[in-house]
């Protein structure tokens, strides 16, 4: 686990009584029921279960659902890879640590429950950080809901998922995924995974958009992290901005969402990273961003 806690200029520039509960260093963070680890603004996550295919469970959905909505406030994390351990991303909801207990329980227990698993996608979109899934082999139920919830996917020709909640006996309208799945690969294709519960190969997803690379699945987490580099390298605070932009638009009018990129674009303009993309390019040389 890294323990880089060098602060942001962000951190370093803000007054202590400001920043203090409003910014936070997550390099540290000792992670329970997954791994944990940060190096050079890029955030780990990796889900480490591997003799179940990296199963999630009740507690695993309760810790990102809280770590993904502590990312706001992170001045050390700019970009975040999610990936499984041994060949596999993961199987999604436990059947005996969650199937099992839920078919116990009334009904407000059950909508505790749904509507948890639901908030780890919303936090995943409200989180400033872009979130890159690094998928090989098993992905399906929940597991497939991480991976269509993070803002870009890399996946492997050996890859599966499956949005297979219909084959429980649930409908596919599962965390988000009539609304999400969609805008990713189209209605008909979506359509076609939902109520069908059928695995979708490596190759297919790249074609259909789900995938934005297919690599090979020894390189596969080396070029996701590479991915999630340079995305921290670049102007975090502009890449927030644009996360939350592409985020907030799906419900706006071409009009209104023309006005709201004019005001995001303006308020980026009046950022020190815009000042030293300026200078930088004066003086032939790449910028250094900062953040600020």
């Not at 069908?196 to 997803?205: L, V």
């Not at 985020?247 to 674009?265: G, L």
Request: with cysteine; proline share 4%.
């Amino acid at each position: 686990m890294s323990t880089n806690t060098e602060p942001t200029h962000n951190a370093d520039q803000m007054p202590a009584n400001l920043s203090q509960g409003n910014t936070r260093q997550l390099s540290g963070y000792a992670a329970k029921h997954f791994l944990w680890s940060v190096a050079d603004g890029v955030a780990t996550i990796t889900l480490n279960r591997p003799e179940r295919k990296n199963p999630i469970t009740f507690e695993s959905y309760a810790e990102l659902r809280d770590l993904f909505a502590s990312l706001k406030w992170a001045t050390d994390v700019h970009s975040v890879v999610i990936n499984g351990a041994g060949g596999n991303f993961s199987s999604g909801g436990d059947v005996h640590d969650i199937i099992g207990p839920l078919v116990q329980l009334k009904m407000p227990e059950l909508l505790t429950f749904t509507r948890m698993t639901g908030d780890v996608v919303k936090h995943m979109r409200a989180c400033p950080q872009p979130i890159i899934s690094a998928v090989d082999g098993v992905c399906a139920g929940a597991g497939a809901i991480l991976a269509m919830a993070s803002d870009m996917r890399l996946g492997t020709s050996r890859s599966k998922v499956a949005f297979l909640f219909n084959k429980v006996g649930l409908a596919g309208c599962d965390m988000g995924a009539c609304a999400i799945l969609p805008r990713l690969i189209g209605q008909g294709r979506a359509s076609e995974l939902l109520l069908t519960g059928r695995s979708m190969g490596g190759e297919e997803a790249y074609q259909w958009g789900f995938f934005n690379r297919v690599c090979e699945p020894e390189q596969l987490l080396e070029s996701s992290q590479a991915l999630a580099r340079d995305i921290a390298d670049g102007p975090t605070f502009a890449n927030g901005i644009t996360k939350a932009m592409l985020h907030q638009e799906w419900s706006m009018t071409i009009d209104q969402a023309i006005e709201s990129e004019a005001q995001a674009q303006a308020i980026c303009m009046m950022t020190e990273d815009f000042n030293r993309a300026y200078q930088a390019f004066l003086n032939k040389r790449k910028p250094v961003f900062e953040g600020n």
